[in-house]
C-alpha cells in the first residue's frame, strides 16, 4: 500500500475531528431531547389549572355561614384556608370551596374550583419556566381562593341551616362530579346543628337509625365512599353541642361510605 503523503495524512485527520465532533453534538442534541421528553411537564387545562389527564384528588371545603363568625371565628377560618391551600393540597389537586347559607339552591355551586398547578419545585429550568409557574401559582391559585374569605361569613343569622341537603350538593356537584382514585378529603366548618322545617337538631337529636329510615334523610341521602372528613367546630350554641351530637355525626358519616379523620373545635 503506498505511504499517504503529508497533506492527505492532515485531510484525513480533519475529517476525523470532525466526523467526531459531529457525532458529539448528535448525541448530545439527542440526550437533550430524550431529558425534555421524560421531564416534560404535564399539560394542564388553562381554566381549572388541572392536569389534562383530570385532578389527582380533591379536596372540598364547605363552610357554614348561617350564623355570624366572632372576630376569633374568623381569624381561625382565614388561618385554616391559608394553611389548607398553601401546605395541605398537593399539586395537580383540585379544591372546591363551598358556602351554607340559609338557601342551600342558592349556593349549589362552588365559589370557586381550581387546581394547584405547582409552582415550580422540583423542575429544571431547562424543561419547566420556574418564574413564570410561581406567578401562576400566586397570581391563579393562591389569590382567588384567599379572595373568597368575605363571601365565607355573614352578619347576620339566618332562619334555616339546611346541612343535610348542602352535603347532598357537594357530593353531586364535586366529588360525583369528579370520580378519581385519588385521594377524597371534605372539610366542614360548620356547628353541626341542622335546622330545617323537616328536622331541626335544636329540637330532638334522632338515632342515626331512626334519621336513616325517615323520608327526609332518603331524599337527602348522599354517598361519600372513600371521602375523608375533617370537622371544625363552631361552637355557637355549645348547650346543644354535645358528645351525643358528635356520635350523631360519626355514625351518620359512616353510613355515607365517609370516614371522619377528625373533630377539631375552632377558637372563638
Known sequence: MARLSRRERAKRRREFAYGSLILILIAMIATFLFYQFTHRSEGFDPETLCPVTG???????????????TFTQKTALETLLKDLVER??????????????EDYKEASKPLVEICNPGKGDGKSELTANIKQLKRQYNKKFITPLMQQMQAMVSSQS??????????????????????????????????????TPELSL?????????????DYARRTFIELKNVQVDLYLL???????????????????????ANISSITPMPG
Open 55 to 69: 385532578p389527582k384528588g380533591h379536596y372540598v371545603l364547605l363552610v357554614d355561614k348561617t350564623d355570624p363568625m
Open 158 to 195: 339566618a332562619k334555616y341551616s339546611p346541612i343535610f341537603e348542602m352535603l347532598q350538593m357537594v357530593s353531586l356537584q364535586s366529588f360525583q362530579r369528579f370520580p378519581m382514585e385519588g385521594e377524597r378529603h371534605l372539610l366542614l366548618v360548620s356547628d353541626l346543628l341542622h335546622n
Open 88 to 101: 395541605k393540597i398537593p399539586e395537580g389537586y383540585l379544591i372546591s370551596v363551598f358556602v351554607m347559607g
Open 202 to 214: 335544636y329540637k330532638k337529636l334522632p338515632s342515626v337509625e331512626d334519621f336513616e329510615s325517615s
Open 235 to 257: 361552637f355557637n350554641s355549645p348547650q346543644f353541642q354535645t358528645d351525643s351530637l358528635m356520635d350523631f355525626w360519626e355514625a351518620y358519616f359512616e353510613k355515607t361510605g
